[in-house]
């Protein structure tokens, strides 16, 4: 019953910049960890970063330096700003929820990197 909208996916060159952003309802959105994951065509849906509700903060390798995670627990908001994009990072990216054993997905929003 908990909802995500997300937005802020597009098409970008290499070395571009994007910044998506999960506005999650329906939650006690402070108490659970957000993250987002991304899976690109053929491949399995794997870790991009996480923030948990008191702030640590969780980066897969390959996005380490590039990618920022944030959230604003007024606005019930998780953000993602991702800088030097690169083809490899085409890919659909998903906002997730999670506290104990309860997990919420978003939809999913389009990230593509060409040229």
């Known amino acids: 019953q908990s909802q995500f909208v997300e937005s802020g996916g597009g098409v970008v060159q290499p070395g571009g910049s994007l910044r998506l952003s999960c506005a999650a309802s329906?939650?006690?959105?402070?108490?659970?960890?957000m993250g987002w994951y991304r899976q690109a065509p053929g491949k399995q849906r794997d870790l991009v970063a996480t923030?948990?509700?008191?702030?640590?903060?969780n980066y897969a390798d390959s996005v380490k330096g590039r990618f920022t995670i944030s959230r604003d627990n007024i606005k019930n908001t998780v953000y993602l700003q991702m800088n030097s994009l690169s083809p490899e990072d085409t890919a659909i990216y998903y906002c997730?929820?999670?506290?104990?054993?309860?997990?919420?997905w978003g939809q999913g929003t389009q990230v593509t990197v060409s040229s």
């Open positions: 997730k929820a999670e506290k104990w054993s309860v997990q919420y």
């Open positions: 329906g939650m006690l959105f402070p108490l659970y960890t």
């Open positions: 923030v948990t509700g008191g702030g640590g903060i």
